[in-house]
């Protein structure tokens, strides 16, 4: 079920990031980024992203299995996360749609994100296509290589993929 982010879902989403990273990212960066990028967000981290934006979390018999959160001030995918036993079922594009949705619902007409280099096909399967390449030093928030992406997302959206969620 896809469901608002709770306070209390902070610690299972900062463990989906993690073992998603782990899993999906590992033959794309050296170790040491891996590491970095694993340790860049905390539980708290989630309680503000809770409390301020969107985030999103798809519960498998109340186990948080994958996350998405978008800015929607900035109009920006933040995330998309999907735990490894749950990986290719459609659970990342459920997600991303869903939160397109709520963009839109917003008068939000086009979604920006930084994608890892992993992602990269996920999102340009999902329309997203890219603005810039931008490689940077590596640093505790981010990897060193990402292609930001962007999508215009359609209203339509909104009807279809908000019909059971609850606000
Ligand atoms: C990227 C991620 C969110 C995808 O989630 P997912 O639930 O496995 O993706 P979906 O099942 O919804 O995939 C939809 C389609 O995207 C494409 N896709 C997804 N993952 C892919 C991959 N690793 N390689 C190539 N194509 C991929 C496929 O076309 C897939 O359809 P198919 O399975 O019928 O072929 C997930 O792999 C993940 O959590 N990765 C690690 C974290 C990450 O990098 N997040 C993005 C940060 S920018």
Same mark, same amino acid.
């Given at each position: $079920?896809?469901?608002?982010?709770?306070?209390? /879902?902070a610690p299972?989403?900062?463990?989906?990031?993690i &073992?998603?990273?782990? &899993?999906?990212?590992?033959?794309?960066?050296?170790? &040491? !980024?891996? @590491?970095d990028w694993c340790?860049?967000?905390?539980?708290?981290?989630?309680?503000?992203?809770? !409390?301020?934006?969107?985030?999103?979390? @798809? /519960?498998?018999?109340?186990?948080?299995?994958? %996350?998405?959160?978008?800015?929607?001030?900035?109009? %920006?995918?933040?995330a998309?996360?999907?735990?490894?036993?749950?990986?290719?079922?459609?659970?990342?594009?459920?997600?991303?749609?869903?939160? !397109?949705?709520?963009a839109?619902?917003?008068?939000?007409?086009?979604?920006?994100?930084?994608?890892?280099?992993?992602?990269? @096909? %996920?999102?340009r399967? &999902?329309?997203?296509v890219?603005?810039? !390449? @931008?490689?940077?030093?590596?640093?505790?928030?981010?990897s060193s290589?990402t292609?930001? $992406?962007r999508?215009?997302?359609?209203?339509?959206?909104?009807?279809v %993929?908000t019909?059971?969620?609850?606000?």
């Amino acid at each position: $079920m896809l469901r608002l982010a709770k306070i209390s /879902d902070a610690p299972e989403i900062l463990q989906t990031r993690i &073992a998603a990273i782990r &899993a999906q990212a590992s033959l794309h960066y050296p170790a &040491a !980024e891996i @590491e970095d990028w694993c340790s860049s967000r905390t539980a708290e981290t989630y309680h503000t992203a809770i !409390e301020r934006k969107i985030v999103l979390v @798809e /519960d498998v018999n109340e186990s948080v299995v994958a %996350f998405g959160q978008l800015n929607p001030e900035t109009a %920006f995918i933040e995330a998309v996360y999907v735990s490894p036993p749950h990986s290719r079922q459609g659970i990342g594009l459920k997600i991303l749609r869903a939160l !397109e949705a709520m963009a839109a619902r917003r008068g939000i007409t086009a979604l920006t994100l930084e994608a890892s280099l992993n992602a990269v @096909e %996920f999102y340009r399967r &999902a329309g997203y296509v890219p603005v810039l !390449e @931008e490689k940077h030093p590596p640093t505790p928030k981010t990897s060193s290589a990402t292609l930001r $992406m962007r999508h215009e997302i359609r209203s339509r959206a909104a009807r279809v %993929f908000t019909e059971n969620l609850r606000e």
